[in-house]
T-cell receptor
Framework: GAVVSQHPSWVICKSGTSVKIECRSL??????MFWYRQFPKQSLMLMAT?????????EQGVEKDKFLINHASLTLSTLTVTSAHPEDSSFYIC????????????FGEGSRLTVL | GENVEQHPSTLSVQEGDSAVIKCTYS??????FPWYKQELGKRPQLIID?????GEKKDQRIAVTLNKTAKHFSLHITETQPEDSAVYFC??????????FGPGTRLSVLP
């Protein structure tokens, strides 16, 4: 299947700092990428839909100034958690939809953020 | 919007037995239904999917059935093995739009 790579896989930061997570589609172009947050033993919660060349669409309750999303190319989307606090600690996963006729969704490895 | 429910939330089976996970969806426009397997700390992996023009699909020990009228679809795993233990998520999507995931089912296959 198509490959989506996410970096870093884990990060520990101090409260108040910003953290950037990258999501790349390695072998296909993705005009749309999705960012999810997953709490322990829970499902995937969609945070925002990232569209190449335009502003991201955020889900209700997700602060766009807190979670900055940039999708500058067809293979890269970034999520920046600004002024991170301990409650932002979570598993963040990106996904990209394959633009072929099938439209399957492929996930990155996920990034575990721990804010001290 | 779409709402996906999934049952059971946890499921334990003996090795070799079958496991069935059921999902329901609310939006009749949904036409694509994938199933993902997620092991602890890892990414969800697509294991099988079905489209609305098909009623059943099988891939070795895994099968998915879809009832469009009732708006439900099910995952069937036969001859379960310990490595099948994971969390399974169903999802519903209209091609070109976002995927809505079910809450997940934690499957434990007991040796």
């Amino acid at each position: 299947g198509a490959v989506v790579s996410q970096h870093p896989s884990w990060v520990i930061c101090k409260s108040g700092t910003s953290v950037k997570i990258e999501c790349r589609s390695l072998d296909f172009q993705a005009t749309t990428m999705f960012w999810y947050r997953q709490f322990p033993k829970q499902s995937l919660m969609l945070m925002a839909t990232s569209n190449e060349g335009s502003k991201a669409t955020y889900e209700q309750g997700v602060e766009k100034d807190k979670f900055l999303i940039n999708h500058a190319s067809l293979t890269l989307s970034t999520l920046t958690v600004t002024s991170a606090h301990p409650e932002d600690s979570s598993f963040y996963i990106c996904s990209a939809r394959f633009q072929g006729s099938t439209g399957e969704l492929f996930f990155g490895e996920g990034s575990r953020l721990t804010v001290l | 919007g779409e709402n996906v429910e999934q049952h059971p939330s946890t499921l334990s089976v003996q090795e070799g037995d079958s496991a069935v996970i059921k999902c329901t969806y609310s939006d009749s426009a949904s036409n694509y239904f994938p199933w993902y397997k997620q092991e602890l700390g890892k990414r969800p992996q697509l294991i099988i999917d079905i489209r609305s023009n098909v009623g059943e699909k099988k891939d070795q020990r895994i099968a998915v059935t879809l009832n469009k009228t009732a708006k439900h679809f099910s995952l069937h795993i036969t001859e379960t093995q310990p490595e099948d233990s994971a969390v399974y998520f169903c999802a519903a999507s209209t091609y070109g739009q976002n995927f809505v995931f079910g809450p997940g089912t934690r499957l434990s296959v007991l040796p």
